[in-house]
């Protein structure tokens, strides 16, 4: 069953988010089932392996944590924005990390991304670093612990 979808949750959730984008109609779900069905392939072609999760519990936990930093973080950046803080200063901070699985990985730059006020810059593989810019940056040993202790933690929980 693998040879015909070689990611089922992959190619369910793209099928789904293609007809909630586009509209439930016949057509639209033959045409959602093949682009779904074709990127599953797509990504087996690159040779990528299914990650394997090791704690489901701790997933909605890491989900509850981002939603409320990224909605706090709106708030703190809407007030920056609009002058109602104090001025501050952007830089950049490099991050150690611990873990090296690639989906913890793919799943940290995409919350530290998806943050208002941070973006993930650069990945050093050789010394496991991450290079982060943050809108706010008042104190980087502050950046380091929060990713480390709030989302690397869970995310190596949940992938090792």
Known sequence: ????????????????????LSGVSPGQVVL???????????????????PTIRRWLAIPELFGIVLYDIVRSNIAVAGILLGLGSARKAGFVTVPLTTRSPSALAILSIIVTSTPGTAW???????NEVLVHVFDLVDE?????LIA?????LLMEIFE
């Open 149 to 153: 202790e709030r989302y690397e933690r």
């Open 141 to 145: 040993a502050h950046w380091r612990q």
């Open 121 to 127: 810059i650069d990945y050093d593989a050789a010394r």
């Open 32 to 50: 959602a089932a093949g682009v779904a069905t074709g990127a599953s392939h797509a990504l087996a072609a690159l040779g990528e392996t299914s």
């Open 1 to 20: 069953m693998r040879w015909l979808l070689p990611y089922p949750l992959l190619t369910l959730a793209l099928a789904l988010m293609w007809l909630l």
